[in-house]
């Protein structure tokens, strides 16, 4: 009879070994609320084969399943614990990386902005533009060769355009040409 609830225990431990090894690899998540599950199988399976086997044998036989449920739950412990850490570190890991890509993200919008400042200072400074004068060419010229995005420097050139087609309107224009560079 102890030889029945031996086999029975290896078996409800070779199954549940075949089980975890066969199973395809899910995400962290899933792996965590899995392996609660399949402790919580593990465990009514082992419950069952203990009793089955409690059932029709001696004291020393039902001694013996109950050790083989407690170790097959043991090892459902240490799985689920170690999934749930595998998980954790998987989700600080992401935060990081999105942390810093925001970060980053944030720099080259500043950079930008200063680009923008920058361009339209030389401009005003150098009296290509101004109420009274207007270089167009130059500041083709110099939003071309600028390091700005294409579709601020589209956006750029079009109210360029815009005063050589209207100078009546370079006030105006000149105010869109300044909240384009200086708040990107």
Same mark, same amino acid.
């Given at each position: ?20 090894? &066969?199973? =395809?690899?899910?995400? =962290? ?11 919580? !199988?593990?465990?009514? !399976? ?30 459902? /412990?240490?799985?689920?614990?170690s999934?749930? !850490? ?8 992401l ?14 919008v500043?950079a ?5 400042? !920058? ?8 009296? /290509? ?17 600028? &390091? ?14 815009d005063i050589?087609?209207? =100078? ?13 560079? /200086?708040?990107?």
């Open positions: 009879m102890s030889r029945l609830l031996l086999i029975v225990a290896i078996a409800v431990v070779g199954a549940g070994a075949y089980y975890f090894a &066969t199973k =395809p690899d899910p995400t =962290p998540a899933e792996q965590l609320q899995s392996a609660a599950e399949e402790a919580s !199988e593990a465990v009514g !399976e082992a419950a069952s084969a203990v009793q089955e086997a409690a059932s029709d044998a001696v004291d020393a036989a039902t001694e013996q399943a109950s050790e083989a449920a407690s170790s097959v739950a043991d090892q459902a /412990t240490e799985a689920a614990s999934v749930s !850490e595998q998980a954790s570190d998987a989700a600080a890991s935060t990081e990386q999105a942390t810093d890509a925001a970060s980053e993200a944030g720099d080259q500043a930008l902005a200063g680009q923008g400042q !920058e361009l339209f200072n030389s401009w005003v400074q150098d009296g /290509t533009l101004t109420a009274q004068n207007f270089d167009y060419d130059a500041m083709v010229a110099s939003v071309q060769d600028s &390091t700005l995005t294409q579709e601020i420097k589209t956006q750029a050139l079009k109210i360029i355009d050589k087609a209207s =100078p009546e309107l370079i006030v105006e224009k000149i105010q869109d040409l300044r909240n384009l560079l /200086t708040q990107q």
